[in-house]
């Protein structure tokens, strides 16, 4: 079975990196999850990987602090978890750049471009930290820019739900599971998939968004080789 993408972004959440726990690291969960990622990378697909930092910091719950050094702290957050995805991958036998939106040469690769486009292409998996660099931006925006720069096939968007709906499926029994949406759509309606800043570069770029369940990590490797699962969202 061939897979349906050549080059994918997948964006990983810092609490799926977590775990039941919630915060901190759980290397059993990440180990499923770099598994199938693995499965991918041996079937071919070149994977980039944003990752966020929520089981670390959230910006949002820093109190007074000023919210510039409060996403700073959240970018480090970041940092940390590409180090950890990185360490459990190439364990398992993979090849893994890091790469960095703030500069941290002792420990990552600054973001290039064209760079870390040579590493896909050379068969590397890529894991780009501290998002954009820049504060008042989310991991997702970090990710619908990412998967524009490296002109990758789709964003996949790995969460702990199975899709979109129209309301929080945790909270209501009776919430309506989307198939396809359009990013406009998900912008007018606010539906809470992604921050609007996301979801309008994704429109502009015409990027492609599969957004799954990560519970399931073999999810990754089927929604690479285009099995029917989660939500689609384009602007097709």
């Known amino acids: 079975m061939e897979p349906k993408y050549k080059r994918v972004l997948l964006k990983l959440s810092g609490e799926a990196l977590a775990g039941d726990k919630k915060s901190g690291l759980n290397y059993d969960v990440i180990t499923n999850i770099c598994t199938s990622i693995k499965k991918v990378v041996d079937a071919g697909v070149q994977v980039a990987i944003v990752v966020g930092g929520g089981n670390f910091w959230r910006g949002r719950s820093s109190g007074a602090m000023d ?50 486009v040579r590493h896909l292409e050379k068969g590397r998996v890529v894991i780009f930290g501290c998002g954009t660099g820049n504060p008042f931006f989310s991991t997702d925006t970090a990710a619908s820019l990412r998967a ?20 929080d499926p945790h909270k209501y029994d009776d919430a309506k599971k989307y198939d396809n949406l359009t990013f406009s759509r998900v912008i007018a309606e606010g539906l809470g998939v992604m921050d609007s800043t996301a979801a309008a570069m994704c429109r502009d770029n015409k990027k492609k968004m599969l957004v799954f369940d990560l519970r399931r990590p073999d999810n990754i490797y089927d929604a690479v080789m285009g099995e029917n699962i989660g939500t689609v969202v384009s602007e097709e």
């Open 67 to 116: 919210r510039t050094r409060a996403d700073h702290i959240g970018m480090l957050a970041t940092a940390m978890n590409a180090l950890a995805v990185a360490d459990v991958l190439e364990s398992l036998g993979c090849e893994v750049r890091v790469q960095t939106a703030i500069a941290m040469q002792a420990v990552a690769e600054p973001y290039i471009r064209n760079r870390a």
């Open 148 to 167: 524009s720069e490296i002109e990758a096939d789709i964003f996949l968007k790995a969460t702990l739900v199975d899709g979109v709906y129209d309301k």
